[in-house]
């Protein structure tokens, strides 16, 4: 694969870094905005904004279609994207990347076009008590269809993935196994190298959820050694309605395609149809053109940062976040597994979650309240909703002080 496009910068500075980003200084109920929801999608760097914007002004076209000049332009740049994209995350070719409109697309791309061909009555999903609903239900959908089942593997109460009950679980019947990366909920950061292992020996393949890994730390796909890695743009600097999935191509050329249309196909006729070679067999009709541009300037942005220090960043975050809300008084983090990203998921006691939140907006702090997309988690605690804080590379600690001080003030007026 090409080098990066530039050389990461020798330090990391929180405060340039943070000046990439105009909404963050943006005021919300009169109060300057501090935006701990980066889990939930991320803010976007100026440079982003602007490839769009230049897209559209200047280069705008469909991709793939025609000969004249924009679209070669519109072309290159969409495809440009890919190339990016697969140094990124350490795809062998870009062709082993399908872009997709996120991890939601992506793994449904593998349920029916991957999983649902071959599943028959009696053969089991496996999935993890952590997962987002993106990671379940296409599963789900697929398994009632086809008359197979999901089972699930344990989490200890920290959070953490219980690694011998997941192997326990690869049994025979197990057709594919699904875990996430890291957590959206409680941070943890699962050891996905060894349990790609396991499915190896096994035979079974694994799709990794890696939707709040990339945008956090360096990932490596074929060192993970699993066989489908997703992942979302927009938590990644890039625009929504963007991200990919990554599978070998011997993986991808045997799978057949599950959107039909334009694009997508060699030859078709009446009397049948052959279809295009990956990953655009799987890239059926327009895609997000400028979205995938805007994606590739971010891509570069955070090549530019260094993926270790953003990873570096924002555990210092974290540990500085935990160690000031772990002397509030009735506060419960839920997710404390060593291994953790900078998401911080808590209750309060006597307060609802949603009421905190609401709370906190008024002090201009953005934290997301609710079952963020994990209802089994939240079954598994025993709890409707928690709080979640998630930080990114740009924020601050005077963002974390006035956090805390916050939710102290809130915390008093609710309990
Ligand atoms: N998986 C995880 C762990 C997530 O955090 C999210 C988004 O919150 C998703 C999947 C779904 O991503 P998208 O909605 O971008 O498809």
Redesign the pocket.
Known sequence: MSAPLREPLPAFDPLRVRADFPLLTRTVHGKPLVYFDS???SQKPALVIEAVDRFYRQHNANVARAVHALSEEATAAYEGARVALARFIGAGTPDELVLT???????NLVAYSYLQPQLKPGDTVLVTQM?????IVPWQLVCARNGATLKVAPISERGELIVERFVELLTPEVKLAGV?????VLGTVNPVRELARECRRRGIPLLV?G??AVPHMAVDVQTIGCDFY?F????MCGP?GT?GLWARRERLSAMPPFFGGGEMIREVRFSGTTFADPPHRFEAGTPNIAGFVGLGAAVQYLERLGMANVFARERELLAYASDALRSMPGLRIIGEAPDKAAVISFLVAGAHAHDLATLLDLEGIAVRSGH??AHPLMQFYGVPATCRASFAFYNTTDEIDRFVAALDKVRRLLV
Request: glycine share 10%; hydrophobic share 20%; with cysteine.
């Open positions: 889990a939930n999608t409109s996120g991890t939601t697309m992506a793994i997962e987002h609903h993106a990671n996430t990366h890291v957590s959206n959820d939707s709040q997703a979302t743009g927009h938590k929504t991200g963020h997309c």
